[in-house]
């Protein structure tokens, strides 16, 4: 199992540029979500999915679009990329009915 | 207002010298406490999950306890691979998210 994979694992925006950051997993599990880490900040919740073709805002989702057509794949949209989304993207996921999520690598995303 | 706060922020450790990490919170319909491990340019690593007030678990150097309030990290006597930062995270079955601390960052001197 590959686990839980992100690309690119780099990333650098000029404001106003759109992108998608990539997640896929091979579990086979139902939730799969999309975390920043800030320094100081923590890890906070964009967006998440409990199943294909169903996606709710976390914390902090503005700016940010995502749609889960496959339970494997869970893209998240950048629409128009601004300085104060540089930060650090994870993709998590996990089984139905447990709360221990895995992690992807991150994708470090600097926009100018 | 749920929330998880970790302390220290950073602990200096020489080999062999035990210590504690905290994690207070105040979440509304917890389930599950989890505790992860975090290298530098690597996602969060799974440690432990608890559950109940009372609960502990162990692995290897660390061994997690839950109280009411709060959750310690005990690292007895670390050794340099030990270093990381270690994120606390509360799951509010209110809100169905998991909610994350701000991580301890850990340093051990050989």
């Known amino acids: 199992n590959a686990g839980v994979t992100q690309t690119p694992k780099f990333q650098v925006l000029k404001t106003g540029q759109s992108m998608t950051l990539q997640c896929a997993q091979d579990m086979n599990h139902e939730y799969m979500s999309w975390y920043r880490q800030d320094p100081g900040m923590g890890l906070r919740l964009i967006h998440y999915s409990v199943g294909a073709g169903i996606t709710d805002q976390g914390e902090v989702p503005n700016g940010y679009n995502v749609s889960r057509s496959t339970t494997e794949d869970f893209p998240l949209r950048l629409l128009s990329a601004a300085p104060s989304q540089t930060s650090v993207y994870f993709c998590a996921s996990s089984a139905y009915g447990s709360n221990e999520q895995f992690f992807g690598p991150g994708t470090r995303l600097t926009v100018l | ?110």
């Open chain 2, 1 to 110: 207002e749920d929330q998880v706060t970790q302390s220290p922020e950073a602990l200096r450790l020489q080999e062999g010298e035990s210590s504690s990490l905290n994690c207070s919170y105040t979440v509304s319909g917890l389930r599950g406490l989890f505790w992860y491990r975090q290298d530098p340019g690597k996602g969060p690593e799974f440690l432990f999950t608890l559950y109940s007030a009372g609960e502990e678990k162990e692995k290897e150097r660390l061994k997690a306890t839950l109280t009411k309030k709060e959750s310690f990290l005990h690292i007895t006597a670390p050794k340099p691979e030990d270093s990381a930062t270690y994120l606390c995270a509360c799951f509010s079955s209110n809100t169905g998210k998991l909610i994350f601390g701000q991580g301890t960052t850990l340093q051990v001197k050989p």
